[in-house]
């Protein structure tokens, strides 16, 4: 989605290392989330933010962290306690919270481990 | 717990053929249903919601979508594929905590020339 901005497109990361995936909207949304994604596995959720300075842990949480200083923007940390990193990360938003609210989805960041 | 299963994991149709992806959740109350497409190294993108109300639901490329309330199912179809409806299809319920979105594993769909 022209909306949102992911990047890098492609990371790596060395043993022991903290890398942090980034993800802008100029969408003006309320709401923003990150997801993991492993072949055949589905999306799974790791944290999302519903405004500016909170933000809440999903069912994979452990070993990444998230800031939500500004509504633009969301980065996700993969810290050196999640031995298993490699996967696609999308970020998506929504305009609000809500359930019945479609999510808009970034182009997504592939993370691989050297 | 809420969840979504997508029993096809990979489904091959010629060009020209119809389609049906299959869905089934499990969810208490009345379900928000989406199907979203991923095309390879790519974002999701919407196909079509459900909230309520008529049960068959049109969405973009000629997409529809019928839910089934006593079978707890929300299967996609199309009654034409083009070749470029080849990626993969996730089903998803907005069923977790704050309304957060439940996916499916997803099918993948090849199509044959």
């Known amino acids: 989605d022209g909306g949102i901005t992911q990047s890098p497109k492609y990371l790596f990361r060395k043993e022991g290392q903290n890398v942090t995936l980034s993800c802008e909207q100029n969408?003006?949304?309320?709401?923003m989330y990150w997801y993991r994604q492993d072949p055949g596995q589905g999306l799974r959720l790791i944290y999302y933010?519903?405004?500016?300075?909170?933000?809440q842990k999903g069912d994979i949480a452990e070993g990444y962290s998230v800031s939500r200083e500004k509504k633009e923007s969301f980065p996700l940390t993969v810290t050196s306690a999640q031995k298993n990193p490699t996967a696609f990360y999308l970020c998506?938003?929504?305009?609000?919270?809500?359930?019945?609210?479609?999510?808009?989805f970034g182009s997504g960041t592939q993370l691989s481990v050297l | 717990a809420q969840s979504v299963t997508q029993p096809d994991i990979h489904i091959t149709v010629s060009e020209g053929a119809s389609l049906e992806l299959r869905c089934n959740y499990s969810?208490?109350?009345?379900?928000?249903l989406f199907w979203y497409v991923q095309s390879p190294g790519q974002g999701l993108q919407l196909l079509l919601k459900?909230?309520?109300?008529?049960?068959l639901v049109q969405g973009i490329k000629g997409f529809e979508a019928e839910f089934k309330r006593s079978q707890s199912s929300f299967n996609l179809r199309k009654p034409s594929v083009h070749w470029s409806d080849a990626a993969e299809y996730f089903c998803?319920?907005?069923?977790?905590?704050?309304?957060?979105?439940?996916f499916g594993k997803g099918t993948k769909l090849s199509v044959k020339p």
């Open positions: 998506a938003t929504r305009d609000r919270p809500n359930p019945h609210e479609k999510l808009f």
């Open positions: 969408l003006n949304h309320d709401a």
């Open positions: 933010s519903q405004i500016v300075n909170d933000f």
């Open positions: 969810y208490g109350a009345t379900p928000y």
């Open positions: 459900y909230f309520s109300g008529d049960t």
């Open positions: 998803a319920v907005a069923g977790g905590s704050q309304g957060n979105l439940i």
